[in-house]
Nanobody, 122 residues
Framework: QVQLVESGGGLVQAGGSLRLSCAASGRTFSSYIMGWFRQAPGKEREFVAA????????LYADSVKGRFTISRDNAKNTVYLQMNSLKPEDTAVYYCAARFGVAVTTIAYNYWGQGTQVTVSS
């Protein structure tokens, strides 16, 4: 059974940085796409970034391009989201997700973590 466990959230001032981690277990993830999503209070969940575990190809939402970087450590089965130049509008619960496949997409993720809170103060 796939398990995704996020960590690294917290409170940070605007302009600061945080690194989120997602520890994945239960499968061999070489054929999976890993993604990060977020949901702010009163808003729908939205795509943030994704990476192919096998190729390293990445995809980002326009709102985070140039500020966030997604990466993976195959040896540790862990995916990271480095978040720099954080803004108050980045405040949300951030979720790690996974889907089996080749294409790096914003949709069709089957497995989800429990989420980690990120709060950016102005």
């Amino acid at each position: 059974q796939v398990q995704l466990v996020e960590s690294g959230g917290g409170l940070v001032q605007a302009g600061g940085s945080l690194r989120l981690s997602c520890a994945a277990s239960g499968r061999t993830f070489s054929s999976y796409i890993m993604g990060w999503f977020r949901q702010a209070p009163g808003k729908e969940r939205e795509f943030v970034a994704a990476i192919s575990w096998s190729t390293g190809r990445t995809l980002y939402a326009d709102s985070v391009k140039g500020r966030f970087t997604i990466s993976r450590d195959n040896a540790k089965n862990t995916v990271y989201l480095q978040m720099n130049s954080l803004k108050p509008e980045d405040t949300a619960v951030y979720y790690c997700a996974a889907r089996f496949g080749v294409a790096v997409t914003t949709i069709a993720y089957n497995y989800w973590g429990q989420g980690t809170q990120v709060t950016v103060s102005s």
